[in-house]
C-alpha cells in the first residue's frame, strides 16, 4: 500500500495499462479482463487486476496531466514492481492524414516541461517509448485492421492551449497528436529500466475541428485496449 494506491502487494501485476480516466479502467478491464478485481479505490482513481490469455494484467487510472501520471507512474514501478506500462487514452490529431478513430503509436513525446525537468535542467532530454512494445503495437494494428500512426506526439501541460504559434511549429514538424501524459511515462521508464508505450485513440482534431461522438467512442477505444494487450504479451 502507498499513499495513492491502496492495493496490497502481489496485487499489481507486472504489466499496466494506464488510461487516464477511472471509469475507462473500469471499463476495460470488464471488458477484456477475466476474472477482474478491483485493487484500488483510494481518491477515486480506480486500479483492477484480472487476467487476459492466461497473463497477469492492471488497468490502472492515472488522472489528467503529467504531474498526476508521475505520482502513479512512479510508486507502480517502485512500490509494486511494474514493469511494463503503456499508456492508452485519447488524443488531438495534427496532422491531415490522421483521422478520427485511428490510433497513434507515440515513438517519441515533446514538451515543453515535464516534472523531471528539474533533474536534467539544461539537457532537453527526447523521451521515446520502448521499441519492442512500439513494433508489437504496429503490428497488431495491421492484425487487426485499425488505422495506425507512429511518429512523435506533443504531451501538454495544459489542456485549453493559447499558443497557436506552436501549434503551427509542430504542425509544420510533423507532430501527429497532442495529449498531457507521454513525455513523462517515457522519461520515468528511461529513469528505472522499464518498458512504455502510448497507445492513444484520436477522438478530437485540431485542424478539421471534428470530434468524435460519444456513442462512437466505446468501439473506438477497444481497438486501442486491444493493441495494448497485444503488444505488452508479443
Known amino acids: 500500500m502507498t499513499i495513492h494506491i491502496g492495493a496490497k502487494t502481489g496485487e499489481i501485476a ?3 495499462l494506464m488510461p487516464g480516466d477511472p471509469h475507462r479502467a473500469k471499463w476495460a478491464a470488464e471488458t ?5 478485481a478491483c485493487v484500488n479505490q483510494v481518491r477515486g ?3 483492477f487486476t484480472g487476467t487476459w490469455n492466461g497473463h497477469r494484467v492492471t488497468i490502472q487510472g492515472s488522472g489528467m496531466g503529467m504531474p498526476s501520471l508521475s505520482i502513479y507512474a512512479n510508486e507502480l514501478i517502485r512500490d509494486y514492481g511494474a514493469r511494463t506500462l ?3 487514452g485519447s488524443c488531438g490529431a495534427m496532422q491531415e492524414a490522421v483521422k478520427l478513430r485511428d490510433v497513434i503509436l507515440a515513438m517519441a513525446a515533446s514538451t515543453l516541461s515535464t516534472p523531471s525537468r528539474g533533474i ?3 539537457l532537453n532530454f527526447a523521451p521515446c517509448a520502448d521499441y519492442g512494445l512500439l513494433r508489437a503495437a504496429a503490428d497488431a494494428a495491421v492484425d487487426l485492421g485499425v488505422g495506425a500512426h ?3 506526439i506533443y504531451s501538454s501541460d495544459v489542456f485549453y492551449d493559447e499558443r497557436p504559434d506552436l501549434t503551427e511549429q509542430m504542425e509544420r514538424h510533423g507532430i501527429l497528436g497532442v495529449e498531457m501524459e507521454t513525455a513523462e511515462l517515457y522519461t520515468l521508464a528511461a529513469r528505472y529500466g522499464c518498458r512504455a508505450l ?3 485513440t484520436v477522438s478530437d482534431h485540431l485542424k478539421t475541428h471534428e470530434a468524435l461522438p460519444a456513442e462512437d467512442r466505446e468501439r473506438s477505444f477497444g481497438d486501442m485496449v486491444d493493441i495494448a494487450l497485444r503488444a505488452a504479451f508479443a
Open 32 to 36: 477484456f479482463l477475466t476474472d477482474a
Open 86 to 88: 503503456i499508456r492508452i
Open 150 to 152: 507512429v511518429g512523435g
Open 120 to 122: 536534467f535542467r539544461e
Open 198 to 200: 502510448a497507445v492513444l
Open 45 to 47: 482513481m480506480l486500479g
Open 14 to 16: 507486472q504489466t499496466v
